[in-house]
């Protein structure tokens, strides 16, 4: 049974930082491309970062460019975003998805992720 938990979301103050973790269980975690997604209050769900299964290729959404960065820990099962100069723009549930093509590209497409975790909130105050 795959499972996907995310921790590290909380409530931070605009400009500050938050780093998110996303601990896989269940899969051959080094062969799926992973995603975070997030999702608004009224809005669609969408992509923020990708990174694939070999670490070496990352996509990045325009809107965080910059300003976050994906990695991942393929030893732990781990998938990790780092948010700086957090906005208030970026409050929303933040999930993390599994892609279980091993490709070299990183899908943004939210429809093309098998897995995905139940999320955690992150709130920026102004």
């Known amino acids: 049974q795959v499972q996907l938990v995310e921790s590290g979301g909380g409530l931070v103050q605009a400009g500050g930082s938050l780093r998110l973790s996303c601990a896989a269980s269940?899969?051959?975690?080094?062969?799926?491309?992973m995603g975070w997604f997030r999702q608004a209050p009224g809005k669609e769900r969408e992509f923020v970062a990708g990174?694939?299964?070999?670490?070496?290729?990352?996509a990045y959404a325009d809107s965080v460019k910059g300003r976050f960065t994906i990695s991942r820990d393929n030893a732990k099962n781990t998938v990790y975003l780092q948010m700086n100069s957090l906005k208030p723009e970026d409050t929303a549930v933040y999930y993390c998805?599994?892609?279980?093509?091993?490709?070299?590209?990183?899908?943004?497409?939210?429809?093309?992720?098998?897995?995905w975790g139940q999320g955690t909130q992150v709130t920026v105050s102004s």
């Open positions: 998805a599994a892609d279980r093509r091993a490709g070299s590209v990183v899908p943004q497409s939210r429809y093309v992720y098998d897995f």
């Open positions: 269940g899969l051959t975690f080094s062969t799926y491309t």
């Open positions: 990174i694939a299964w070999s670490g070496r290729s990352t």
